[in-house]
């Protein structure tokens, strides 16, 4: 169909003019040419009927709004959406940033509490709603690791018409719950609200609600179906988890070194995102234990984020990790165990993925299976506070040391084999100096572990006071200095932040 625009109008009153003088056309396209030769000598003022009248017609069509998809929907409508969706997310992420800062001024960010929420659903019907099937929701804090939760599932009663084969396919593939009307749960939309209402209200204040950045919008069209009769007494405030992460570990960073190396929201959803605690044991709710399927039940995908934040923020406010709060109960937190396979990120990979190497690795935990492998492998001994070796702590040390050059030796190995197939790509000349690095580093590594046995366990002579009984927080508001170097190890920046070599 020709557009409608001032020409369009034309050919119209041409076609009709010409018809009523006995001219015959079968179609508009006959007309086109011969209207578009008189179209072509007319002035603008001899135009300007035809397109105002092309003009009136477009508000006609779209009540008076402007432009319209062919959809029928007015291109103003669209765009002021969009421009209502940017401008919620920009307040949503200053509300975070205000929320943060705040508590870190008052020097309470360790004690502030934060909501992690996390929902499953059966099915989005036709208009746009998520049916929900499970809630979940976590009260987190740095300090106290998970301090509460509320978990329930909820039945929304029977389906829609067309429905059913949409959310049998989605539980299938998720949360694996019965469908209605067996669904299990609270039916009562209102006993669902005042649970929540119960759990969160805060000085009749509904706090900030996190959740991954993907789940946001269903989230919040869960939480308005279940609270509609409240929303004109509260205001619902969804925000991406990755926001919240981002700036607690900006600020945390600030409080140990008064200055932040964390690059980006980017990459505080990527770590979320790799979740290294995806398939822990014991966190989730009875139904999806028994059903051996953990990583969809959003009681413990809450309780994960929560492993996440604590796993990359409270060593930098020398907050010691409790098991069962801020780490799974069978992870091992002595930070002397080595849980990174360096070799590992000697290929190229993106420095994207280099924060975390895979699901069974954490920054300073390792899930223990059997015999502890620290207890049999790594003296007990590094970290804040940590005690020196006592009687028979050189013996202890020796075999440390042993254990660590021979885990460096593979390593070696390994990069030496990885170095040699990536051969072909690389210059031959910096080769040679990244493995002469690379030789250097580890022969100190283990010349430090020997000198540890030596000196009674510490690594820094007899008469001098090891790192490990040293205040790491930096010299962020007087709480002690940072160390003037620290032991080398190849390869590794930080407190297990993997570094490419390049």
């Known amino acids: 169909m020709p557009k409608k ?7 119209l009153d041409y076609k009709k003019r010409e018809e009523a003088k006995g001219r015959k056309f079968s179609g508009l396209d006959q007309v086109a040419p011969i209207a578009g030769e008189v179209w072509k000598k007319m002035n603008a003022q001899q135009r300007e009927p035809y397109n105002v009248q092309a003009k009136q017609d477009v508000l006609n069509t779209s009540g008076g709004k402007g432009k319209i998809t062919n959809i029928g929907i007015p291109i103003s409508e669209i765009t002021q959406e969009k421009r209502d969706r940017e401008s919620k997310a920009e307040r949503l992420k200053k509300l975070v940033s205000t929320l943060v800062m705040n508590a870190a001024s008052k020097n309470v960010l360790e004690k502030q509490e934060f909501y992690f929420i996390s929902m499953a659903y059966f099915c989005r019907t036709n208009t746009g709603v998520h049916l929900p099937a499970e809630l979940a929701v976590v009260r987190y804090s740095l300090e106290g690791g998970v301090k509460d939760k509320l978990h329930m599932f909820i039945n929304p009663g ?7 084969y949409d959310a049998q396919r989605h539980a299938e593939e998720d949360h694996q719950l019965p469908l209605p009307p067996n669904a299990m749960g609270v039916s009562d939309y209102g006993d669902v609200a005042m649970r929540l209402f119960s759990f969160l209200l805060q000085n009749d204040d509904m706090p900030l609600l996190f959740t991954d950045e993907t789940d946001v919008p269903r989230v919040e069209s869960m939480l308005e179906h279940i609270l509609s009769d409240h929303l004109s007494e509260i205001e619902l405030r969804i925000c991406p988890l990755a926001e919240l992460f981002f700036r607690l570990k900006q600020n945390v960073e600030l409080y140990m070194m008064d200055q932040t190396t964390f690059p980006s929201v980017y990459i505080a959803q990527q770590i979320i995102t790799k979740d290294v605690y995806d398939y822990t044991k014991g966190i989730s709710c009875d139904y999806h234990e028994e059903k051996d399927n ?37 992870a091992n937190t002595n930070p002397t165990a080595c849980t990174y396979d360096l070799s590992s990120f000697v290929s190229a990979h993106d420095d994207r993925d280099s924060f975390v190497s895979g699901s069974n690795v954490s920054r300073f935990t390792n899930p223990l299976t059997g015999d502890s492998y620290a207890s049999s492998q790594l003296p007990a001994s590094a970290g804040r506070g940590a005690k020196r070796f006592g009687p028979g702590g050189s013996s202890r040390a020796n075999s440390s040391s042993s254990a660590v050059r021979s ?13 040699s197939l990536e051969s072909s790509s690389l210059e031959s000349s910096s080769q040679s100096d990244d493995k002469t690095e690379l030789h250097e580093s580890l022969k100190r590594s283990a010349a430090w ?24 927080r930096g010299a962020g508001r007087g709480r002690g200095q940072l160390l003037d170097e620290f032991p080398p190890l190849a390869g590794v920046g930080g407190r297990g932040r993997a570094r490419r070599f390049l």
């Open 294 to 330: 953990v990583l969809y039940c959003p009681l413990s995908r809450c309780i994960r984020w929560a492993y996440i934040i604590s796993d990359n923020c409270c060593q930098d406010m020398g907050i010691e990790p409790i098991p069962g709060k801020h780490v799974p109960l069978n």
């Open 449 to 472: 572990e020997s000198n540890s046995s030596m000196a009674g366990g510490s690594a820094w002579g007899p008469e001098t006071k090891s790192p490990a009984s040293s205040s790491f």
């Open 5 to 11: 625009n001032g020409f369009f109008y034309f050919m």
């Open 407 to 419: 885990h460096f030796e593979s390593v070696e190995e390994s990069i030496n084999t990885n170095s």
């Open 158 to 164: 029977r389906l829609p018409i067309g429905m059913a």
